[in-house]
Structure formats: structure tokens, C-alpha cells
């Protein structure tokens, strides 16, 4: 798997908040409905990377904003917990 289909799951990516990210997404209702939105959107954009599902360039581009967006936010609640 190259490099540019690697997950960008949360905890994967920041393996020292794991225990973090779990609590919040039990107990924190807005974590957890942004980090599902996240996931899903990091699944899109590997089914484009497998080219299972392409997406045109625009769009590959706006979810991968969206992602990085919402990881700041999410690592941002993570940290402060």
C-alpha cells in the first residue's frame, strides 16, 4: 500500500490520544459525530486512491480539505481532554 492510501484515522495518526479518542467518543456526542464525518470522508477519498470509486480532481480536493479540517478540530478536543 503506498503511502497516499494510508488511513488518516485519527487514532492511527495519533496514536498517543487513542485512549483519549475512545472516551471522548463514548461520552462527547458532537466528537463523535465529527469523527464519524471525518471517517467517512477519509473513506471516499481511499476508494479514489484504490480507484474503486474515482472522484474528479475538484472534489478530491474539497474532501481532503474537509478531512484536514476536521482532524484539527477533533485533535484540538482530543488535547484539551
Same mark, same amino acid.
Do not use: V
Given at each position: 500500500?503506498? @503511502?497516499?492510501?494510508?488511513?488518516?484515522?485519527?487514532?492511527?495518526?495519533?496514536?498517543?490520544? @487513542?485512549?483519549?479518542?475512545?472516551?471522548?467518543?463514548?461520552?462527547?456526542?458532537?466528537?463523535?459525530?465529527?469523527?464519524?464525518?471525518?471517517?467517512?470522508?477519509?473513506?471516499?477519498?481511499?476508494?479514489?486512491?484504490?480507484?474503486?470509486?474515482? *472522484?474528479?480532481?475538484?472534489?478530491?480536493?474539497?474532501?481532503?480539505?474537509?478531512? *484536514?479540517?476536521?482532524?484539527?478540530?477533533?485533535?484540538?478536543?482530543?488535547?484539551?481532554?
Amino acid at each position: 500500500m503506498q @503511502s497516499s492510501m494510508l488511513s488518516h484515522a485519527l487514532a492511527t495518526e495519533f496514536p498517543e490520544l @487513542s485512549d483519549k479518542i475512545h472516551a471522548l467518543k463514548a461520552s462527547n456526542h458532537h466528537f463523535a459525530r465529527l469523527l464519524a464525518e471525518h471517517d467517512a470522508i477519509d473513506q471516499r477519498i481511499i476508494r479514489d486512491e484504490e480507484k474503486i470509486e474515482p *472522484l474528479n480532481d475538484e472534489t478530491l480536493h474539497e474532501l481532503k480539505q474537509q478531512r *484536514l479540517k476536521l482532524k484539527d478540530e477533533l485533535y484540538q478536543m482530543a488535547t484539551a481532554a
